[in-house]
């Protein structure tokens, strides 16, 4: 398997564009977490799905950010308009209920730098 | 949320020495589990222990809980110049849902020849 897939892995814009991080599980994993990494607040939950639900948003900062899975092949990840606060690393990962263990398969990270 | 607090902050030791880092939680746990994090890239899961277990070897590494005292320690023995990396504890709550992981603050270690 190619593991949790994310593109673009580095993306820079322009405070107020609208940027979109796209993500692909692990075939056969039935959930998809997204995170965001900084020095100032470490790795933090965002949102998560279940069969393509979302069940847990709690963690998205604010309105401007939106998450979809339209399948359970592929997720994305949508900030607009941007700003510069937003420049972090976002992760995706994916595991399956199917196992016993609650590991977290985690993508390669797209590095988003808003200026 | 819960976080967990992991000491030391950062760790620089040579090759072959044993290496310990610390994780600090403040509620009840399911599991804590330890990640990996080569710089820039993604975590690694590494091991998991659950609330039930004192302690769990896996190859070179030793995770201990201790859930009276809301820690756990990860041990790497004889280290290797590959092992340079942040580590990362991670907690699944014992109430809602058990999906949902909370990460640490991380250990940076970097394992010198």
């Known amino acids: 398997d190619a593991g949790v897939i994310q593109s673009p892995r580095h993306e820079v814009t322009e405070m107020g564009q609208e940027v979109t991080l796209r993500c692909k599980p692990i075939s056969g994993h039935d959930y998809l977490f997204w995170y965001r990494q900084t020095m100032m607040r470490g790795l933090e939950l965002l949102i998560y799905?279940?069969?393509?639900?979302?069940?847990?948003d709690s963690g998205m900062p604010e309105d401007r950010f939106s998450a979809k899975m339209p399948n359970a092949s592929f997720s994305t990840l949508k900030i607009q308009p941007s700003e510069p606060r937003d420049s972090a690393v976002y992760f995706c990962?994916?595991?399956?209920?199917?196992?016993?263990?609650?590991?977290?398969?985690f993508g390669p990270g797209t590095r988003l730098t808003v200026t | 949320s819960q976080q967990g607090e992991e000491d030391p902050q950062a760790l620089s030791i040579q090759e072959g020495e044993n290496a310990t880092m610390n994780c600090s939680y403040k509620t009840s746990i399911n599991n804590l589990q330890w990640y990996r994090q080569n710089s820039g890239r993604g975590l690694v899961h590494l091991i998991l222990i659950r609330s039930n277990e004192r302690e769990k070897h896996s190859g070179r590494l030793r995770v201990t809980l201790d859930t009276s005292k809301k820690s756990s320690s990860l041990l790497i023995t004889a280290s290797r110049a590959a092992d340079t990396a942040s580590y990362f504890c991670?907690?699944?709550?014992?109430?809602?849902?058990?999906?949902?992981?909370?990460f640490g603050t991380g250990t940076r270690l970097q394992v010198t020849l």
């Open positions: 991670a907690m699944t709550p014992n109430t809602g849902t058990a999906s949902k992981l909370t």
């Open positions: 799905f279940n069969n393509n639900v979302p069940i847990d």
């Open positions: 990962a994916s595991r399956s209920s199917k196992t016993v263990l609650y590991e977290q398969y």
